[in-house]
């Protein structure tokens, strides 16, 4: 059984930065997919960042802003967000794919003056 716990999230002034974690316990392999989604009220849940065999792929909204990292040895990936924007205020989920699609609680993501 896979588990992810997501940390680091809160309210932000527009332009600053955060910093997401997430620790994946169970059968992790370094080939499983990791990343980031996230879910704005009244929106369908997004693509934020994922990460496959070392290969980064992000969505227009966030490149250039947005750089997702993973640790296989500590089975963890991280989200730095800069530059933030009002737009991105929403809850970010932790994802992971292993046969099936895994998903953390949320931490909610809040940029606002």
């Known amino acids: 059984q896979v588990q992810l716990v997501e940390s680091g999230g809160g309210l932000v002034q527009p332009g600053g930065s955060l910093r997401l974690s997430c620790a994946a316990s169970?059968?992790?392999?370094?080939?499983?997919?990791m990343g980031w989604y996230r879910q704005a009220p009244g929106k369908q849940r997004e693509l934020v960042a994922v990460?496959?065999?070392?290969?980064?792929n992000y969505a227009d909204s966030v490149k250039g802003r947005f750089t997702i990292s993973r640790d296989n040895a500590k089975n963890t990936v991280h989200l730095q967000m800069n530059s933030l924007k009002p737009e991105d205020t929403a809850v970010y989920y932790c994802?992971?794919?292993?046969?099936?699609?895994?998903w953390g609680q949320g931490t909610q993501v809040t940029v606002s003056s």
């Open positions: 994802y992971l794919f292993a046969a099936v699609a895994y």
């Open positions: 169970g059968s992790i392999f370094s080939w499983n997919t």
């Open positions: 990460m496959l065999s070392g290969i980064a």
